[in-house]
């Protein structure tokens, strides 16, 4: 079971970060990543990451997200700075078992309920 937080509106150049609780198979070694959707777009990977803390990003985002994970508190994150407008969508958490970090959405096995970023110029 996936929980997403953090979103909202925000001005281009400024930061949000975004949380994702996780509770269920805490034990099972997972890759948790983070997607994002706009409406008649398909859902593209943004970023993910293992349970040895390796970590992947789509090219449009590098050097401007980072994804980490609190493993105390089951809960994956997403810091999002210097935002811009093309980064407006609904951004979902998506976890599935394993080590390799495909950012395919038909590889993750489950998913929250998303939480919108909207970034005006």
């Known amino acids: 079971h996936l929980v997403e937080s953090g979103g909202g509106s925000v001005q281009a150049g400024a930061s949000l970060r975004l949380s994702c609780a996780a509770s269920?198979?805490?034990?099972?070694?997972?890759?948790m990543g983070w997607f994002r959707q706009i409406p008649g777009r398909d859902r593209e990977g943004v970023a993910a990451i293992n349970s040895l803390g390796a970590t992947t990003y789509t090219e449009s985002v590098k050097g401007r997200f980072t994804i980490s994970q609190d493993y105390a508190k089951n809960t994956l994150y997403l810091q999002m700075d210097n935002l811009k407008p093309e980064d407006t969508a609904m951004y979902y958490c998506?976890?599935?078992?394993?080590?390799?970090?495909?950012?395919?959405?038909?590889?993750?096995?489950?998913w929250g309920q998303g939480t919108q970023v909207t970034v005006y110029s």
């Open positions: 998506a976890a599935r078992t394993g080590r390799q970090l495909f950012l395919v959405r038909q590889a993750f096995n489950f």
């Open positions: 269920g198979s805490t034990g099972t070694e997972l890759v």
